[in-house]
């Protein structure tokens, strides 16, 4: 599946942005959707996921400040991300993970000021 990440942008600290991740096709309930990101000079890290159930998962680091979800009929998962953090500049991409499927997006730059 081909995904289309945008959304990202300039904010300053406290501001909030509002990610979306389109899918070029129906998202199965067996897949993961997921966001992850990678700041200058560090390894790439788990944001958030979610299952086809609406279950999610946070780093601890976002946790309570960022919100994952998705849209079935639209084929869109979002990121809501409010208290940003100068930390939380990073490249955003979004992620599909069916079985051993993996499929990423282009990835959008999201950068906090102070």
């Known amino acids: 599946v081909q995904l289309q990440a945008s959304g990202g942008g300039l904010v300053q600290v406290g501001g909030s942005l509002t990610l979306s991740c389109a899918a070029s096709?129906?998202?199965?309930?067996?897949?993961?959707m997921g966001w992850y990101r990678q700041a200058p000079g560090k390894q790439r890290e788990l944001v958030a996921t979610?299952?086809?159930?609406?279950?999610?998962k946070y780093a601890s680091s976002v946790k309570g400040r960022f919100a994952i979800s998705r849209d079935n009929t639209k084929n869109t998962v979002y990121l809501q991300m409010n208290s940003l953090e100068p930390d939380d500049t990073a490249v955003y991409y979004c992620?599909?993970?069916?079985?051993?499927?993996?499929?990423w997006g282009q990835g959008t730059q999201v950068t906090v000021s102070s």
């Open positions: 992620n599909s993970l069916r079985g051993s499927v993996s499929d």
């Open positions: 096709r129906r998202i199965l309930s067996s897949t993961i």
């Open positions: 979610i299952t086809g159930g609406g279950r999610t």
